[in-house]
């Protein structure tokens, strides 16, 4: 059993219970993205099991008719098992979501695993326009030339700040500079799309800077929070006509991610410490 401190940030262990967490913040108009936790398997057997199990999980969704979605992790699907296994699985749950207007997101890890995640998403992308989305991080430095290359695919586009300790080579580390480098990749995708802009963010400045260019450019845009953190902002953005998208895992592994959850930000530590209180 999830305890209550825990149980903040996760929507219980079963899908029944995620189903039910979804259409309770349906009630408050915000929309929900279900993740099943599982990540790093290094046999085929369980990311097929996982696969099997977001299908079912697109199937009861459909059924619902909840706005609900699902969120999946390349490295959940066979990515550390080869990248034919992580594009066979992720297609086999996309083609199942197409069939039932169900959307999905694909999650991006770490920096190793960009280039294949990205080529699988334009590859699915193009062959199911506008039921696949993919997560980009705004502290690498090669995300604005992904940008480039991906701002007219049909899919999709989370724009996050990232929270994997990459090599300064590659990434920047400065929270300021990661700040300029999220706040410049929000303008030019709002610039440059006129659908399927999604920002990640508890960040107040950056929620602001989206409802701005949001009007400005005409663009349909959604926010995305994680569940647990700022779920006050979250219904009142909702109660104020923006989109927003919680993102909410559930499953039995569910005692890493809120740990992890936890660490990866000051600032996610000091909202969690925020709702455990109240």
């Known amino acids: 059993m999830i305890p209550p401190i825990a149980s903040n940030f996760v929507a219980g262990e079963s899908p029944a219970a995620a189903l039910e967490h979804a259409r309770a913040m349906n009630e408050d108009d915000v929309r929900v993205i279900l993740n099943l936790l599982g990540e790093h398997y290094d046999e085929p057997e369980p990311a097929d099991e ?26 959940q699907l066979g990515l550390d098992v080869s990248a034919e296994l992580f594009a066979e699985n992720l297609r086999s ?20 695993t960009t280039d294949d995640t990205l080529d699988t998403f334009v590859e ?37 700040k990232g929270a994997y300790d990459e090599p300064e080579a590659i990434a920047y580390k400065e929270k300021d500079r990661v700040n300029e480098a999220y706040r410049e990749d929000i303008e ?65 592994k569910w005692l890493s991610y809120f740990y992890r959850r936890v660490r990866e930000r000051k600032e996610n530590a000091l909202f969690a410490v925020k709702a455990i209180l109240s």
């Not at 999980?57 to 979605?69: F, G, K, R, Y």
């Not at 953005?237 to 923006?242: D, S």
């Open 124 to 160: 699915l992308a193009e062959d199911h326009p506008w039921t696949l989305g993919q997560c980009i991080q705004s502290n690498l430095k090669r995300t604005h030339d992904d940008l480039a290359d991906l701002v007219d695919v049909p899919g999709k586009l989370r724009i996050v």
């Open 188 to 252: 030019f995708l709002f610039a440059n799309r006129d659908r399927g802009v999604a920002v990640g963010s508890h960040d107040p400045e950056m929620i602001a800077l989206a409802r701005r260019l949001g009007e400005e450019h005409g663009t349909d845009y959604e926010i995305q929070m994680l569940m647990g953190v700022r779920e006050d902002a979250q219904r009142d953005l909702a109660a104020q006509g923006v989109e927003v998208w919680q993102y909410a895992p559930y499953g039995d």
């Open 93 to 112: 749950i996309v083609e199942h979501a197409h069939e039932r207007d169900v959307f999905v997101w694909c999650d991006m890890e770490d920096a190793s």
């Open 50 to 75: 996982d696969a099997a199990a977001y299908r079912q999980l697109v199937d009861e969704i459909a059924e619902t008719e909840l706005d609900a979605c699902v969120s999946v992790k390349p490295s």
